[in-house]
């Protein structure tokens, strides 16, 4: 069954429905992911390169102490310093490079069931330790939990049973649905 409301809220189209359900990306899913994916690699890659140039401060200044230091406990603190500070953010920027260079790659994955978009209270935490609240709407559906908007309840009825496919990454971007059956 298609909702065409569903369609132009989460920016699909029929034959994008049918390749999600095999599990497969139209041409113009793929582009727009890939669109994405480019800018998140330039500045993974940028951030990296980054990450490496303050690794190699820690070091240099990790080697200059122990070069300049005659007792135990300056020599001690250098080695500490190379150690932590290369180690840290030399894995930072081993890790940013390894995803700014890796492969493009999407998992598509189902949820389906009844769904329930509930209003939830969440806590931000600024840089100056001060801490607000604010709501936001998910819509859950079978074991899936998704970041939704509040006009999404016009348009999914609690309790009608929705197949939904979306991506595997940290986002869970919607990429179809489908109307399985009305509540009883």
Same mark, same amino acid.
């Given at each position: 069954?298609?909702d065409?409301?569903?369609?132009?809220?989460f920016k699909?189209?029929?034959a994008?429905?049918?390749?999600?359900?095999?599990g497969?990306?139209t041409?113009?899913q793929?582009?727009?992911?890939?669109?994405?994916?480019k800018?998140?690699k330039i500045?993974g890659a940028?951030?990296?390169?980054f990450?490496?140039l303050?690794?190699?401060?820690?070091?240099?200044?990790?080697? +200059?102490? %122990?070069?300049?230091s005659?007792?135990?406990r =300056?020599r001690? *603190?250098?080695v $500490?310093?190379v150690?932590?500070? !290369?180690?840290?953010f030399?894995?930072?920027?081993?890790?940013?490079?390894?995803?700014a260079f890796?492969?493009?790659q999407?998992?598509?994955l189902k949820?389906?069931?009844?769904?329930n978009?509930?209003k939830?209270?969440r806590t931000?935490?600024?840089?100056n330790?001060?801490? +607000?609240? %604010?709501y936001?709407?998910?819509?859950?559906? =079978?074991?899936? *939990?998704?970041? $939704?908007?509040?006009d999404l309840? !016009?348009?999914?009825?609690q309790?009608?049973?929705y197949?939904?496919?979306?991506?595997?990454d940290s986002?869970?971007?919607i990429?179809?649905?489908?109307?399985i059956s009305?509540?009883?």
């Amino acid at each position: 069954m298609f909702d065409e409301q569903l369609m132009k809220y989460f920016k699909f189209d029929e034959a994008d429905l049918q390749a999600n359900r095999s599990g497969q990306l139209t041409e113009k899913q793929t582009t727009g992911m890939a669109e994405d994916d480019k800018y998140n690699k330039i500045f993974g890659a940028i951030g990296g390169i980054f990450l490496f140039l303050i690794a190699v401060l820690g070091f240099y200044v990790g080697v +200059s102490g %122990f070069s300049q230091s005659y007792d135990i406990r =300056g020599r001690l *603190t250098a080695v $500490v310093l190379v150690a932590a500070w !290369g180690g840290l953010f030399g894995g930072l920027c081993a890790r940013t490079m390894r995803h700014a260079f890796s492969k493009f790659q999407v998992r598509i994955l189902k949820a389906e069931g009844p769904v329930n978009i509930v209003k939830v209270e969440r806590t931000s935490t600024r840089p100056n330790g001060t801490t +607000s609240r %604010f709501y936001a709407y998910e819509m859950h559906i =079978g074991t899936g *939990t998704f970041d $939704v908007t509040s006009d999404l309840a !016009g348009y999914m009825m609690q309790g009608d049973i929705y197949a939904i496919y979306y991506t595997q990454d940290s986002e869970k971007e919607i990429l179809s649905t489908e109307l399985i059956s009305k509540a009883k």
